[in-house]
Every structure is written in structure tokens, then in C-alpha cells.
């Protein structure tokens, strides 16, 4: 099942002593919940978590462990790697492309710094206990980036090899990082007469925007579509920062759990790539604010783009191709646009409202 990576030296974590023990990075962030709730149904997990701020006590009471850190402080995520003896790693610590465009040399800093730690730490973990890390890491639309909102609107439902040419800060990070993993995961030291048995199993999703009911994204770009559900639902008007025929692919919350955990959990041997696109549907800002509508009739939306995030969107795909998901793993989206919103969005944000 499980990977390796060079000379054909094939190991399996699941055939491997001891149990699983996972480390999650930006564990108090928006996936960093769910995902943690979606782990914690196998007891035989050991779940460490860190953050640079405390985890809510409802995600913190799910783990064995937490540590409040940073990062990018190599001596501490060393430390936790080895003392937990670490199998897997889901990496979703990171800066979002609007912050990191306010701070692009931090976001370099934190999004490379942190992942470039991360794997090099995790190759001389498996090379000294002789066992497979499996690093997981959420990419981005970000990566993609159209010439002109023409290309955007002709070319289709993008590839992972097309368009590779991100706007962002966050988009060329993300796009490096993966060539790292791959790179770590496939040709790590490949001339060096010492280089032994390194097994790392990096996998990745492109993840397109995502909707969660119980929480509010920050620092995004595709946070127009998340605020102005978030606004209507607690009664507030919305301005959004981008155009109503802004299009882009979506995904709900859970959706998106459920792919890492699948990708997480997939068959080394029928993994063909170590990136795959994901979504569910593709919907424009002003076909979100018709449904919002249909459901928070008082709702007040208006379109006032703003100018640089426009842009940025614009150069992001209006859909992606996910049959190399489906083909090697079996992705498959739980809920169409309208299901999205009739079955989990708009009544799981009126409970999450009602009860606040
Ligand atoms: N949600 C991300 C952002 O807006 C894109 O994947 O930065």
C-alpha cells in the first residue's frame, strides 16, 4: 500500500509496528477542526497538534497532545517528529493569498520555510527509525494563473499541468512546494552514495475555495463567497470585493475533510501523481448571492469590487478537471451546487447562528 520512494524499496505504514501518530501543523485554523474530528474516529491514532495560537478547546480536548509553536522553529517540530515518532504529517499551516500579498517575504518565509522544514525533517526521521513518513499537503487554484479573464472564460476545466503560472505570493509557494515534496517523495539526494532508504509519501490536493458553515475563513481570496453566506445568515449586509459573474470551483467543508482523508488513506500503488486537483462545482459570486437570497430573503448584497483582489481571482480557473482524482483514488464530490447549499450550507449555518 504504502510508498517509497526509491529503488524500488517498498514499505507499507499500515504493515509497519506501533500505531499511527499524526501531526497536524496550522491545527487551529479552518480544516485544522474538521480534520481532527474526521482522525479522532480511529482511537488507535495518536494525534499531535500545533499551532501558533491555542486550538479551541472543543479540537484541543481531541488531541493527545498540543503545542502552541511556530512553524518555522526547526528545533521544535524536530522535537515533536521524533518524540512522537510521527508516521504522518498534514501540513495546513500557511498564510492565504490576500494576507500573504500584504506580506509576501513572510508568506515565502512561513509557506516554503515551514514546508521545506517539515519534509527535510521528516526524510532523516524515516531514514534514522526506518519507517515511511506520509506528508499530506493542501495546494490551491492559486497555482493556476490565466493570462485574461478571455483565456479564463475559454479554456474549460484546467488540468494540473496547465496554466501553471500563479499570480500570488501564495500561488508560487504552493506550486514550489509541491515540486518539493514530489522532488523529497521521488529523487531526494539521487546522486549521493550515502543517500539510504529516505521514504517519504508526499501527497497533495489542489484545493478550490471552500464553504464551511461553523466557521469564517480570513486572509483568502475566495473568502467572498463564505462572508457573504456568514452576513446574511447573522443579518448583515455584504459588499463583496469581486464582480457577480466572478467564477470560480467550490467546495463544502466536509467535502473537503473527506478528501484529505481519503487521499490520506489511499493506495500508494494507485497513486500515478503526488498532485490532484479537487472540487465540487463551479459557481459565480452572483449565482451564491441567488441562493443566498432564496434562503435569507432580508439579505443585502451588493458587488463593490475591489480592484487587486479582482485581479486575482481572475487569474484563478473557473473550474478543474478532477477525473485524475476520481481514476487513482476515487474522489468523488458528495453534493452538487444546489445540494451543496440545500443540504449542508444554508441549514448548517442556520443551526450554527441559531445556537450562537
Ligand atoms: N482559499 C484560498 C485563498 O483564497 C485559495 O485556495 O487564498
Redesign the pocket.
Known sequence: MIPVCREGVRMNIDEQPGSRSVLITGASGEIGHGLIKGLRVHDDIHIVATDLKELPEDTHGLCDEVHVGDVCDASLMQQLIAMHEVTEIYHLAAL???RAEHVPEVAHEVNVGGTFNLLKLSASHSASFGRPVRFILPS???VYGMSSLAQKQSVGAVSEGDCNEPRTM?GCNKLYCEHLGRYYSRHYRSLAEDRGTTMIDFRCLR????IAAETK?T?????FVPEMLHAAASGMPYASFVREDTRIPWMTMPECIDSMLQIGRADEGSLKHSVYNVSSFSASAGEVADMVRASFPGAQIEFTPDVDRQAIVDSWPEDVDVSSAHDDWGFSPRWGHEEAFSQYIIPSIRTHYTQA
Request: proline share 12%; charged share 5%.
Open positions: 492565504l493569498s490576500s490551491t487554484i492559486a501564495y484545493l478550490p475555495g471552500i475563513p486572509g483568502g481570496t475566495s473568502d
